[in-house]
Structure formats: structure tokens, C-alpha cells
């Protein structure tokens, strides 16, 4: 279809890969615990898009130039730490709302978030540079138009694993009355993959 081929392999494998904890799920879990379930799911939106950014980027080869450029995949990596450091920082400093102090965070900054989160990860980039071409016929009539599918089919069963997080996590977070705490735990888990991700090799 399209150029590709082991359909349901790619699928149950994306689908393993997706339910894989990572900052992504991080920042959903984050986000629902203590905002509920529209926040987690703006947030899983948010990643979606991002998401899309990597495929377009595989179907083009600019992936492969990020692969090739050690100097282009340290410096995406180092602002991709640094925010990944933010992120933790802005989800620890986040108090729960009341009626006198509302939630600090707009679902416009939750999506926004969700999408940078993403985007700036140079990992995800080479993930679907050495995922993706896996499932692509050599004879394929247009390459990126396989990865492109691949990719959007890859991205469709991400956010429903992502919006089934987010519901989890909201009913935990209702039950925990909202724990700042849990929040701030995550937003550590932040700071520490923004670090290791900083020392990461290529």
C-alpha cells in the first residue's frame, strides 16, 4: 500500500514503541494529574503535531542531514535539553489553582509545550529515519509519500495511546485531589532527561 509493505508489523511494533514511557508521556501525565483531562489531552495534540514535524522532515532527507552533522545534532540537542530543563522547571513551579489564582498554564501554552517538547528532541528525528525505511519498498513509486503515510499512520495510533494516557492520568490526578507534588516529581523527571539528554552521544 502506498509503497510499503508488513503493514500490521509496523503497527503492532509502533504501537509497542508508543506505550514506551518517554518525555512525551512525561509531560502528558504531567499536565492531566494536575489539569485534567482537556489539558492532556491539548498536550498529546500538541506531540501529535510535533510528531509530523519529524515525518515531514524524514520524507524530505532533512533528517539524514541531521544524522550526517555532528555539529547540527549537538546544537539541536542542546537546545532541546535546555527545554526539556524549562519545561521540568515551569511543571515544579506549578501551584494548584483556586478561586483567587487561577491555572498559571493556557491550553495554548500546554499545546505549544507538547509541540516544542517534540520537536526539539533530535532523537525522535533519527528514530524515524531508522524506523520508518524499514516498512518502505525499495521500488516504491515515491518514497516520501511512503514515509509520509507511515508516519501519519504511526502518528494516528500515537495520540490515541496518548489520549488514553491522558484520561488515566487525569482520573489519578482527581483522585490525588490534584497533587502538586506528583507534578513537581514529574517536573523533576524533566530536569533529569533534559541533563542526560545534554550528555547524550549521537
Known amino acids: 500500500m502506498i509503497g510499503t509493505h508488513d503493514l500490521l508489523l509496523f503497527i503492532v511494533s509502533a504501537l509497542l514503541l508508543n506505550i514506551t514511557p518517554g518525555p512525551d508521556t512525561l509531560y502528558i501525565v504531567g499536565r492531566s494529574s494536575t489539569q485534567g483531562f482537556k489539558a ?6 500538541g506531540i501529535g503535531a510535533g510528531i509530523m514535524v519529524h515525518v515531514s522532515a524524514a520524507a524530505l532527507g532533512l533528517s539524514a542531514l541531521l544524522a550526517a552533522s555532528a555539529e547540527a545534532f549537538t546544537a539541536l540537542k542542546l537546545v532541546g535539553a535546555a527545554y526539556l530543563v524549562y519545561v521540568g522547571i515551569s511543571l515544579m513551579r506549578f501551584r494548584a489553582p483556586t ?8 491550553l495554548r501554552a500546554v499545546f505549544v509545550q507538547g509541540f516544542w517538547t517534540n520537536v526539539l528532541n533530535p532523537k525522535v528525528a533519527l528514530f524515524f529515519l531508522a524506523f520508518l525505511p524499514q516498512f518502505v519498498d525499495l521500488d516504491a513509486p515515491s518514497k516520501p509519500a511512503a514515509f509520509l503515510f507511515l508516519g501519519c499512520l504511526f502518528n494516528f495510533n500515537g495520540t490515541l495511546w496518548n ?12 483522585s490525588l485531589g490534584g497533587s502538586v507534588w506528583f507534578n513537581r516529581t514529574v517536573g ?3 530536569v533529569y532527561l533534559g541533563a542526560r539528554l545534554a550528555l547524550a552521544e549521537r
Do not use: D, E, N, Y
Request: aromatic share 10%.
Open 99 to 106: 478561586a483567587t489564582k487561577p491555572q498559571r498554564a493556557t
Open 163 to 174: 489520549l488514553f494516557v491522558a484520561w488515566s492520568a487525569a482520573r489519578v490526578g482527581r
Open 40 to 45: 492532556g489531552a491539548i498536550a498529546a495534540l
Open 188 to 190: 523533576a523527571l524533566f
